[in-house]
């Protein structure tokens, strides 16, 4: 995603409740799709954007760099993530950073995020396929333990570099790049796995 429009977060400082609903419109969806991908319940993930938008009308003050809102954005939908973890008491291996990593029955060899890649000219059969593809590769990312998952989908869908992603997730890049590297090396062995 690209940097709100700096006149909209001057507005949003100033508690312009338009500006507010505009960056609200902006990223809910990413947001959304991030919360939901990580903690799997699609109501609380709901809950948890709201809770996020409002952390961040109360605590815009703090954000000292108004281009990487986004990430402050994310960063603070992250720690929403981990506080609803904390509060549910999961103990589920998917928030455990070594657990073991198993592939679901419908996966097909050889996808890859590129060939997700939408042709708008194609045929909607093709369309059909791929969409089946993305829901296959989508199935293999949450079998990933949730820290891997969560660099993962914000270095694959929301395209964040990885210094964006340490500020994200509050912790070094070194970490970030050893998640992403077991998070790809897992899936390359899921995708390569028989169905």
């Known amino acids: ?3 709100p429009d700096p006149q909209l977060l001057r507005a949003a400082r100033a508690h312009d409740l338009s500006a507010w609903d505009r960056l609200l419109k902006d990223h809910q969806l990413p947001l959304y799709t991030y919360i939901a991908e990580l903690i799997r319940d699609d109501t609380t993930a709901l809950d948890l954007v709201q809770e996020t938008f409002a ?3 109360r605590h815009v003050d703090s954000l000292r760099d ?3 809102f986004t990430a402050w954005l994310f ?3 992250h720690q929403k993530c ?3 973890a904390r509060r549910a008491r999961l103990t589920d291996a998917r928030f455990v950073e070594n657990a073991p990593v198993a592939g679901p029955d419908s ?3 050889g996808l890859t995020p590129e060939d997700l890649a939408a042709d708008p000219a194609d045929d909607p059969l093709g369309q059909l396929f791929r969409r089946e593809e993305a829901e296959a590769l989508f199935a293999l990312i949450e079998t990933l333990p949730s820290p891997q998952r969560s660099v993962l989908l914000l270095h694959l869908l929301e395209e964040f570099p990885l ?3 340490a500020r994200i997730t509050a912790v070094p890049v070194g970490t970030v790049k050893s998640r992403l590297h ?3 090396r897992a899936l390359r062995a899921l995708l390569a796995s028989p169905p």
């Open 182 to 184: 077991h998070a790809k």
């Open 1 to 3: 995603m690209s940097p």
């Open 163 to 165: 210094d964006e992603i």
């Open 55 to 57: 952390s961040a009308v």
């Open 82 to 84: 981990l506080q609803h």
């Open 75 to 77: 960063g603070i939908a």
């Open 107 to 109: 996966a097909e060899p």
């Open 66 to 68: 108004d281009a990487r």
